[in-house]
């Protein structure tokens, strides 16, 4: 963080399906209505950026970061690593790199903006591969989840990292006292699983972490575990079920409620609970979702998120720096290693 003890936020002004008018709208946005206090930046093209930040009143509170060029979605990873050196990704990555900047927040690439992350801010000491995470919606508020795609397959090595990673996050962004960990699996019994979940139980379980033991599909929503660890195939697949499940349901409510007067009726008197249920299911709430174990803060908004959603992922990345997650994760790393 600043000598100002301001956050320093950087956005990809070029990542995503409607960048850049999404992600200056949400900037625009967290400007007006948050109550923290943060510098912000946007890195891209300066010919498109300035013009857009003038038209919303913003070319006094945002600072632009110039690049030459940008990573389309269609863009395989190795290609954009290689080639697009100057991209909005590129430049962002490599301010808060150099400390100008305290964290970047993109809607971009998935896969380039993992492989150009970690080529340049490197991973923290202890961690081999950053994560990808992200906070589903359970009944006690929700459940952090990770790997979400990021590593398709796990040592028992990554999946205790994961695990130290998810408890950091949750103890210092989203202040968790003792978060309770458990590994995902087809049953709650010990010995149950793959070999490498059989490995990372038992360490799990010696560690200084509030390890649960397994836990299954239907605990994801439950209050019975704060962080849910598994490697990034079985993550995303889970994910994308989530999504997929959201989906239906909310659609299935809105064919019912309006396919009669009397069900238009009922509608129309339960709307604030309806609102409230669809708010808890909608993608753009949970949006954004943090790059672990980078030597760095980096968080990835969906590339479809809309302004809220984008504005959830802005939050998410002023939480980390907020609560110090870099240093908190690798004082957490150390004593892991110690305890070993």
């Known amino acids: 963080m600043s000598e100002q003890n301001i956050a320093r936020i950087l956005l990809d002004g070029h990542g995503g399906d409607g960048a850049p008018d999404v992600v200056l709208d949400a900037l625009k946005q967290t400007i007006t209505s948050s109550s923290t206090k943060a510098k912000f930046g946007v890195c891209g093209l300066v010919e498109i950026l300035e013009p857009a930040l003038k038209a919303r009143g913003l070319s006094d509170q945002v600072e632009i ?3 030459a060029e940008f990573i389309e979605m269609t863009d395989a990873p190795a290609i954009a690593v290689r080639r697009k050196k100057q991209s909005s990704i590129h430049v962002g990555a490599r301010a808060v ?10 809607a971009g690439n998935t896969g380039a903006l993992m492989a150009i992350s970690k080529l340049i801010l490197k991973t923290l000491p202890g961690i081999d591969r950053p994560a990808l995470a992200s906070m589903i919606p359970a009944v006690d508020g929700g459940t952090f989840f990770l790997d979400i795609g990021a590593n398709v397959d796990c040592s028992s090595d990554h999946l205790v990292q994961l695990a130290v990673m998810g408890s950091c996050y949750l103890q210092a962004a989203e202040g968790v006292e003792n ?3 458990g590994l995902l699996n087809i049953g709650t019994e010990e010995g149950k699983g793959t070999d490498v979940i ?14 649960i033991g397994n836990v299954e599909g239907t605990d994801l929503f439950s ?20 999504e997929g499940v959201a ?3 909310l659609g299935t409510l809105k064919k019912e409620l309006t396919s009669s007067l009397a069900a238009k009726a009922g509608a129309l008197l339960s709307r604030k609970a309806l609102k409230r249920v669809k708010t808890a299911l909608s993608p753009s709430e949970h949006n954004g979702a943090p790059l672990l174990g980078l030597n760095g803060i980096v968080v990835k908004s969906h590339g479809g998120a809309d302004v809220r959603g984008y504005a959830c992922a802005i939050e998410v990345a002023i939480r980390e720096v907020e609560a110090g997650l870099i240093e908190r994760t690798i004082e957490a790393m150390n004593i892991m290693a110690e305890g070993q």
């Open 247 to 249: 989906d239906l349901i």
């Open 198 to 211: 059989k490995v990372a139980a038992p360490r799990l379980q010696e560690s200084s972490l509030n390890f």
């Open 223 to 242: 209050d019975r575990v704060d962080v849910v660890v598994c490697d990034g195939f079985v993550g995303n697949v889970a994910l994308k079920t989530m």
């Open 65 to 67: 970061v110039p690049s």
């Open 179 to 181: 978060p309770r960990v």
């Open 97 to 106: 790199r150099d400390g100008d900047w305290d964290a970047l927040v993109s």
